[in-house]
């Protein structure tokens, strides 16, 4: 019973063959692990090579504590609780594992997969906000009703599930532990995937707190939106500054800020600029 509450009274009804596995009397079997395949909604993408070395010697020592939960598959099996103690077990050298085989659709699978992830927090962030995802669709919940179930806020959820939105170089930092999941919900901040890349790669490159890359965003951000409004020319003044060019013979920059701004002018020489203050003038350059 203390499992069915960790779970949550949703996932309990989305589990029932699997939980009851815990009270019967039955003596597990020894499966081959060759027959075994893994847990196709295994949201862990990466494992810990240091964490499954120490598992493999405490296997070899004690052998397996908690048997292994399958289901048959066919001529096979698969996983649907215990993927850790299978590759301990494999590196350890063992030709069979302890295992109840029970009956588990591919709603019950993912269920315990994602709840037996989280529950340890074994999860990476990238790898919390792709179950999420496929978790809300796979049982049609809402960010709310999931948040309830794993024990976060709604808010939390949706900050996961925005990670998915990152280009796939970004998600593979994340990933890897070289950008957390505050730098990733920060790099969401930029307009398009190029510049999320290219910010992701000078942030790991030195070093910045999430803070540092916030600051970064922003100021990224407010570049592009000073450059929009320069480009955002009225066509009036554009016109004036075109006439300026033909009558001066140069480049002329018309600065208008609602009726009041600054006129540039470009000279390449001094004798250019006399002959443009000449034309100011009125004055022929010629005498």
Not at 86 to 100: C, E, K
Request: charged residues 30%.
């Amino acid at each position: 019973m203390k499992r069915k509450r960790a779970l949550g009274r949703g996932l309990e009804s989305l589990l029932p063959s699997i939980e009851e596995n815990h009270s019967e009397k039955g003596s597990p079997a020894d499966i081959s692990v060759k027959a075994i395949d893994p847990n196709p909604f295994q949201p862990r993408i990466d494992w810990d090579d240091e964490e499954l070395s120490s598992l493999a010697e405490s296997i070899r020592q004690q052998g397996i504590l908690q048997p292994l939960v399958l289901r048959k598959r066919e001529e096979r099996y698969q996983l649907i609780a215990g993927e850790r103690r299978l590759r301990a077990s494999i590196l350890a050298g063992l030709d069979t594992v302890p295992a109840f085989v029970r009956e588990a659709d591919d709603r019950q699978m993912m269920a315990l997969a994602l709840i037996e992830n989280i529950q340890r927090q074994d999860l990476n962030p990238m790898e919390k906000a792709e179950a999420f995802s496929r978790f809300c669709v796979e049982f049609k919940m809402t960010q709310e009703e999931l948040g309830r179930q794993v024990g976060i806020s709604r808010s939390a959820v949706a900050n996961f599930q925005r990670l998915t939105e990152l280009p796939e170089f970004v998600k593979a930092m994340v990933r890897s532990g070289k950008l957390s999941m505050g730098h990733g919900r920060a790099l969401l901040g930029l307009p398009n995937e190029e510049l999320m890349i290219r910010v992701a790669k000078l942030s790991i490159a030195r070093g910045y707190s999430v803070r540092s890359l916030e600051d970064t965003v922003r100021k990224a951000t407010n570049r592009k939106i000073t450059k929009k409004k320069k480009v955002d020319v009225l066509p009036e003044v554009k016109q004036l500054e075109m006439e300026l060019q033909r009558v001066l013979g140069t480049r002329v920059y018309l600065k208008d800020s609602g009726g009041s701004g600054k006129l540039e002018i470009e000279y390449g020489s001094l004798d250019e600029l006399d002959r443009i203050l000449s034309i100011i003038r009125g004055r022929d350059s010629s005498t």
